[in-house]
């Protein structure tokens, strides 16, 4: 499944699920973008399926009613704690009122509830999930 959602003040106002476009396969990863149409509240959603393939693939636009927004990234597991929980997030990058992408530098945790596991920093623009139990 992939999703994207929306809101204000922590509360999502609207939810967006997909099947996954992508092969699931194992030691392969997916780059996802998100992004304003310049000029306008509409955001798009699209996907890579792997480094090989060319370009990025609309999956969907929305209305926000919105132009500028706080980008975040989540993970989040099945099966319950016995499960393990795997998600790296690298090159981040927002993309300023003028439309110009930027180094998204310094992310911050915003909740941390998954037991045994915790977010990491890796570099200025990237983390990922490691086993833990320091909150963010």
Same mark, same amino acid.
Not at 3 to 18: I, K, P, S, V
């Given at each position: 499944?992939?999703?994207?959602?929306?809101?204000?003040?922590?509360m999502?106002r609207?939810?967006?699920?997909?099947?996954?476009?992508c092969?699931?396969?194992t030691?392969?990863?997916?780059?996802?973008r998100?992004?304003?149409l310049?000029?306008?509240?509409?955001?798009?959603?699209?996907?890579?399926?792997?480094?090989?393939?060319?370009?990025?693939?609309?999956?969907?636009?929305? %209305?926000?009613?919105?132009?500028?927004?706080?980008?975040?990234?989540?993970? !989040?597991? *099945?099966?319950? =704690?016995?499960? /393990?929980?795997?998600?790296?997030?690298?090159?981040l990058?927002?993309?300023?009122?003028?439309?110009?992408?930027?180094?998204?530098?310094?992310?911050?945790?915003?909740? %941390?509830?998954a037991?045994?596991?915790?977010?990491?920093?890796?570099?200025? !623009?990237? *983390?990922?999930? =490691?086993?833990? /139990?320091?909150d963010?």
């Amino acid at each position: 499944m992939a999703f994207t959602e929306w809101g204000l003040d922590g509360m999502y106002r609207a939810f967006h699920q997909y099947d996954f476009p992508c092969a699931e396969e194992t030691g392969t990863y997916y780059q996802w973008r998100v992004a304003d149409l310049l000029g306008t509240n509409t955001w798009t959603l699209a996907y890579k399926c792997t480094s090989g393939s060319t370009g990025f693939h609309e999956l969907d636009r929305f %209305d926000t009613g919105h132009a500028l927004g706080t980008p975040t990234g989540e993970v !989040t597991r *099945y099966g319950g =704690t016995a499960t /393990s929980l795997t998600d790296v997030q690298a090159a981040l990058q927002w993309k300023n009122q003028d439309g110009v992408w930027k180094d998204w530098s310094d992310p911050e945790c915003f909740q %941390d509830n998954a037991a045994g596991w915790e977010g990491e920093q890796l570099a200025p !623009t990237s *983390y990922h999930t =490691t086993t833990g /139990s320091a909150d963010c």
